[in-house]
């Protein structure tokens, strides 16, 4: 018993961690230009900002969702999940310091953020009718996601929305928000 609360002590505090990862990667290389000129003449910085801000946050500003892709042609709103777990790996080194338990959890946990993430955002953005896509938690997600395609300086999180909370980027639905997540059946 003890070894289960352990583990999901280690879970729980460490999902809390990859919502803020989310968050601040999301907030910070995909929303806003480097203030280091070096960092901006990265080829790889600059695409991540053009993909996400121009390309991804373009297509779905007027319309929320849009018609399924073939596998393959989603990799702009879906998240690589190998490189989320080779990306994990420093993350667990310096756990590996202090808990090996956190530190076999951590990629665990990025995994399965990566499979989350991809999940509900492929319903969001081209939606299936996934077993999920009618459950009020879902829609919440959702909604929240389509106030950040609304408000861009807001709502950095998809899966777990920890991040927004704690650094004060929830936005506020207005009553038109309400209306047009209406129209687009999220509410």
Excluded at 83 to 104: C, K, R
Excluded at 134 to 162: E, G, Q
Aim: hydrophobic share 45%.
């Amino acid at each position: 018993m003890a070894m289960f609360l352990t583990l999901a002590a280690w879970f729980a505090g460490l999902s809390v961690v990859m919502s803020l990862i989310e968050h601040q990667v999301h907030a910070r290389l995909m929303h806003r230009r480097p203030k280091l000129l070096f960092l901006r003449n990265l080829a790889s910085r600059k695409k991540i900002f053009s993909s996400h801000a121009g390309e991804h946050h373009r297509q779905y500003r007027q319309s929320f969702h849009d018609d399924p892709v073939p596998h393959g042609e989603d990799r702009g709103i879906r998240l690589n999940i190998l490189e989320g777990l080779v990306e994990s790996l420093p993350v667990s080194l310096l756990l590996a310091f202090f808990s090996t338990t956190g530190a076999v959890v951590f990629p665990i946990v990025v995994c399965l953020h990566h499979l989350l993430w991809n999940l509900i955002h492929m319903e969001m953005h081209k939606p299936e009718g996934r077993f999920f896509s009618k459950w009020p938690i879902y829609k919440s997600l959702a909604r929240h996601h389509y106030l950040h395609h609304r408000y861009p300086d807001k709502n950095f999180n998809v899966a777990l929305l920890a991040g927004d909370f704690l650094f004060g980027t929830m936005a506020k639905a207005s009553d038109a928000d309400w209306q047009a997540m209406k129209a687009e059946g999220l509410a």
